[in-house]
């Protein structure tokens, strides 16, 4: 998600869920090839597992990108075939390159030959582009591809219409088909196929598991991140959850936000991204307007924190008064 998923949105991710593997934001090759490429590609060692997201369409940069994914050690690199942004189809790039499943197949191929086998490439695609509801259309897609020896693909259960509608109304327009995304797991047993699009709780997520090999939330898991917090004991393995509770959370985050402040970074950069951690608990409004109060930019991360963790417990204990009859 473009000017969401930063290194410091990752990092507070994972201090709630250890191992739910997370995405980049969409960086484009040529932001790569001839930009800033620490600003793009750092990111903290406990990230891992943590795969970077292409926007391409040229087989030679895609191939050089991912071999910069593979030299700054991400898990896996993905290409980007769903955003609808008209931005992104300017690039020609994005959903858009739906419609060309051979170019598709080429990038794939020249990304893999690239990184030889170190790293797996993916593919995250709509289940069409306009109109068109064929499930044949992406069945196809998701064949030709295959060919180039992509294994594992990320569905976004919606189509991308790539006029007359914002990417917003993208996300919320064209119907959900989740059905198009179980029918190719059972056109393709052998692929990994990852359903997103429409999945907002623990419960869908297990109903979607008994379809498909795993779930992908985005702007969910971003505005409710506490959604994630019981993930890798229920679906990944784990023995225990990493965080016990929402305040520990926010107290680590605030010592990591120290540790930037201390090298320059300033921290409301990594706080606008914990604004959803304590959506549902009594108090949250008032907690989120002291994080967000620009006059308080200038004080220590754990001073904002007391004054927001003050205010939290008293508009707390007034939503509790009992109202006058």
Known sequence: MMDWTDRHCRLFHRLITRRTRLYTEMVTTGA??????????????????????LGGSEPEDLAACAKLAQRWGYDEVNLNCGCPSERVQRGAFGACLMAEPRLVRDCVAAMRDAVGGALPVTVKHRIGID???HYEFVRDFVGTVAEAGCTAFIVHARNAWLK???????????????????????????????????VTDAAQIAEHLRHVDGVM???????????MHDWDTRFLGAAADPAADRDAVEAALVAYMERQAAQGVSWPHAA??????????????????????????????????????????????????????
């Open 272 to 325: 606008r991204h914990m604004m959803g951690l304590r959506n549902g608990q009594a108090g949250a409004r008032r907690w989120r307007q002291v994080w967000s109060d620009h006059r308080l930019k200038g004080e220590a991360p754990r001073v904002v924190s007391r004054q927001a963790c003050a205010a939290l417990e008293q508009a707390a204990a007034r939503e509790a008064l009992p109202v006058d009859a």
């Open 217 to 227: 939330l985005g702007r969910e898991a971003y505005h409710h991140p506490w959604v």
């Open 32 to 53: 790569l090839l001839h930009g800033d490429q620490p600003r793009h590609l750092n990111f903290d060692p406990s990230e891992h597992p943590v795969a970077l997201q």
């Open 164 to 198: 007359g509608l914002s990417p917003k109304e993208n996300r919320e327009v064209p119907p959900l088909r989740h059905e198009f995304v179980y029918r190719l797991k059972r056109d393709f047993p052998a692929l990994t196929l990852v359903l997103n699009g429409g």
């Open 131 to 133: 109109k068109g509801e």
